[in-house]
């Protein structure tokens, strides 16, 4: 009776420890049996779900608050079709076509409070703008930005910058232009490639002569 006994405590924990075993997602050798069968069915299921969140992951959409600033200089603003394109060193591009369609408000240049919310048309002189944009997510913080200009006027951006709403880590510095922008060519600056130099950082600014669509 003592033998059976201690080969039922066996069997028991023997079958708690494959349960716990299985529960933790690690893969078990498969035997041709009815119980095999039954645990492999598990198992990938199991793999299933695992790679049905992954894909969600990757799908999964940011929303960003782009703050522009237009100087006070004469003929600074502009009633062109502004494009926008952000990013980080992991190449999670985000590009919007028309900045202008995502105007949200309009905010004091100096405290951090919404001036209105009255739709107006944005990149008016001595302005500061707010778009709010959605897109791919980024996985490090923001290190380039770039602007392109389409129509016939000039437009002089101060700055920008760009806040993720769902992770603040990731938002960007202040990118200054603070120069009429080229016409129909990119034109940004880039803080992912950055030299150490006797003088201090070297920053890399870019304009390429990508022409606008």
């Known amino acids: 009776m003592i033998l059976i006994s201690k080969f039922r405590i066996t069997l028991i924990i023997f079958i708690i420890s494959t349960f716990i075993f299985l529960a933790s997602g690690s893969e078990v050798s498969i035997k041709p049996t009815s119980d095999g069968l039954s645990t492999k069915k598990k198992f990938c299921l199991l793999q299933s779900l695992r790679f ?4 969600n ?3 999964e959409k940011c929303t960003y608050f782009v703050t522009t600033e237009t100087t006070c200089t004469k003929g600074a603003d ?9 990013g980080d060193e ?4 985000i590009l919007v076509h028309h900045l202008n369609s995502k105007h949200v408000r309009r905010v004091d240049q100096l405290e951090p409070q919404v001036l209105d919310d009255i739709p107006r048309k944005p990149f008016q002189s001595c ?5 709010q944009v959605i897109g791919q997510c980024v996985k490090s913080p923001i290190c380039y930005l ?7 006027d000039d437009w ?3 700055f920008a910058q760009v806040q993720v709403l769902q992770g603040p880590h990731f938002s960007s510095n202040m990118f200054y232009f603070r120069r009429y922008l080229p016409r129909r060519v990119w034109h940004g600056l880039d803080l992912c490639e950055t030299q150490v130099t006797p003088f201090g950082l070297k920053r890399k600014r870019n304009v390429t002569g990508d022409r606008a669509p």
Not at 78 to 86: A, E, K, P, W
């Open 52 to 55: 049905a969140y992954s894909a």
């Open 57 to 59: 992951i990757q799908r």
């Open 78 to 86: 502009t009633t062109n079709h502004v494009s926008l394109r952000f």
């Open 90 to 93: 992991n190449s999670n591009d």
């Open 127 to 131: 302005m500061v703008d707010q778009f």
């Open 146 to 152: 770039y602007l392109k200009l389409a129509g016939n």
């Open 156 to 158: 002089r951006p101060g």
